[in-house]
Nanobody, 115 residues
Framework: QVQLVESGGGLVQAGGSLRLSCKASGIYFSLYTMAWYRQAPGKQRDMVATVTNAGLTNYADSVKSRFTISRDNAKNTVYLQMSSLKPEDTAVYYC?????????WGQGAQVTVSS
């Protein structure tokens, strides 16, 4: 049974920082590209950042230089360090595991940035 469990969301003031974690189980974690997506109310789900199994990273333009994605294969965990947060970063953040087979998704973590 595949599970992706996000944690670390919450309420933060603009300019603050948060770190999201996503622990995976039931998959060969080191083989997967891991990603963070976010969805604000009334909007589509958008990619925020990805990290391949080789450690290559990619970011949405809106978060470049503010967010950092990383992974710890020994802990089956992917992280998203978010800094200089803005109210427009408010969304539900989802962790995803992607490979040649089906994608797997977490349940989401709410991040709210107050102005």
């Amino acid at each position: 049974q595949v599970q992706l469990v996000e944690s670390g969301g919450g309420l933060v003031q603009a300019g603050g920082s948060l770190r999201l974690s996503c622990k995976a189980s039931g998959i060969y974690f080191s083989l997967y590209t891991m990603a963070w997506y976010r969805q604000a109310p009334g909007k589509q789900r958008d990619m925020v950042a990805t990290v391949t199994n080789a450690g290559l990273t990619n970011y949405a333009d809106s978060v470049k230089s503010r967010f950092t994605i990383s992974r710890d294969n020994a802990k089956n965990t992917v992280y998203l360090q978010m800094s200089s947060l803005k109210p427009e970063d408010t969304a539900v953040y989802y962790c995803a595991a992607r490979s040649i087979g089906p994608d797997y998704w977490g349940q989401g973590a709410q991040v709210t940035v107050s102005s």
